[in-house]
């Protein structure tokens, strides 16, 4: 007899399941390679039988099996996938399925069955998968942008939500030094565009020096190659024919495909960039101005919550406003993250809220210690 401690195990699964089911089958929709679009469509029915058999479970223990609804998380993750590509979300699920790649391992229920080692074979595809993608030179901005923010780990979505906090953390802590100082209305409301202005400048810069090297990096890169190929066009072949080999082809096919490709160079030299270098001929790092234009308005967005208030009023009414309206952007920020940790939305938008408005605390301390020897 399945203890309540066991159903609510059953349930945990069964919801994790209907999960995944809901980001593979978006995944899938979105994907527009037909190969990799059918490899989201397998993952996403392996994880539909799982969800029936935690549905029997459930019946078994005499539980109710509600509706096979996503979570807010889930669902989230499949509105980015819909609308910016499966590869925007990538990321985030395959760290989630290494996470839980042992989770069925010690549960007695699924011995004997393959769900534990389907479970780990999902996380060798998606890792596999996130290998196979360009490295570091994709056009999308987002994949730029995520370079800025490595440390965090995970997703260019990330990334792209803490460049927002970029502005808004920064332009906070300033306008709040100065606030501090006693500086009346109209010096801190220059002060705050001042900051908005110069900071998300400074990214959009960033962003283009970033972009253009790496196209210019990519285009050495591809030069090299080419002059490679002329000199010694069968080395080259036996190279991709490694490639290939370790993809899954068998000597013989891969040394078919090779042959096959050398009557072509310019097929040749494609498949030596993709597979050798990691890099897409057709994108080369993507638009410089366009990463440049995403950087300053994602940098801009998070800056003007601060500054806002001094537009309308002054005073000590529009500093409670501005750490009011800022508050709130912090705890989105927080909890927007949340679609990529798994963490719940108040423990992430308040540990948000608290550090951001911690550091516009010292600013303004700051500040009134600074005005005050002034004066």
């Not at 989770?103 to 534990?116: A, D, H, L």
């Not at 030094?177 to 010096?187: D, S």
Request: glycine share 10%; charged share 20%.
């Amino acid at each position: 007899m399945a203890q309540p401690a066991d159903v609510e195990r059953y349930r945990e699964n069964w919801q994790d399941e209907v999960d995944s089911a809901a980001e593979y089958r978006a995944m899938a929709q979105s994907e527009p390679d037909p190969k990799i679009a059918k490899v989201y469509s397998n993952l996403a029915r392996m994880e539909e039988a799982h969800i029936g058999f935690w549905e029997e479970k459930l019946r078994a223990a005499g539980a109710t099996v509600g509706e096979r609804r996503p979570s807010w998380r889930s669902r989230a993750l499949a509105w980015i996938a819909h609308r910016l590509g499966a590869d925007a979300v990538l990321s985030t699920i395959a760290a989630k399925e290494a996470m839980d790649r042992n989770v069925y391992v010690k549960q007695p229920e699924t011995s004997g069955t393959r769900m534990s080692a389907q479970e780990q074979w999902h996380t060798r595809v998606l890792g596999q998968l996130i290998r196979t993608q360009p490295k570091g030179l994709s056009g999308s901005f987002l994949g730029r942008l995520e370079g800025r923010h490595r440390a965090v780990g995970g997703n260019a979505l990330r990334a792209a939500v803490l460049g927002a906090n970029d502005g808004l953390c920064s332009n906070l802590s300033l306008v709040m030094g100065v606030a501090g100082a006693a500086v009346n209305r109209h010096g801190i409301l220059i002060t705050g565009v001042a900051g908005l202005i110069a900071g998300a400048c400074s990214m959009a810069l960033g962003e283009w020096v970033s972009v253009t090297s790496a196209r210019e990096l990519a285009e050495r890169e591809i030069r090299i190659e080419s002059s490679e190929l002329e000199e010694d066009p069968k080395g080259e072949g036996e190279e991709l024919q490694l490639i290939y080999e370790s993809k899954g082809l068998s000597s013989d096919e891969a040394k078919r495909v090779v042959d096959q490709m050398l009557s072509d160079k310019t097929a040749t030299l494609d498949a030596l960039a993709r597979e050798e270098l990691g890099i897409d001929p057709t994108e080369l790092g993507g638009s410089a101005w366009e990463a440049a234009l995403a950087s300053f308005m994602l940098f801009a967005l998070g800056a003007i919550f601060p500054i806002v208030p001094f537009m309308i009023a002054g005073g000590s009414a529009a500093v409670i406003a501005s750490i009011g309206l800022s508050g709130i952007g912090l705890f989105a920020i927080g909890a927007a993250i949340t679609i990529f940790t798994g963490v719940t939305v108040l423990r992430s938008g308040s540990r948000q809220l608290a550090l951001g408005l911690g550091a516009a605390g010292v600013t303004f301390l700051i500040g009134r210690a600074i005005g005050a020897t002034l004066t």
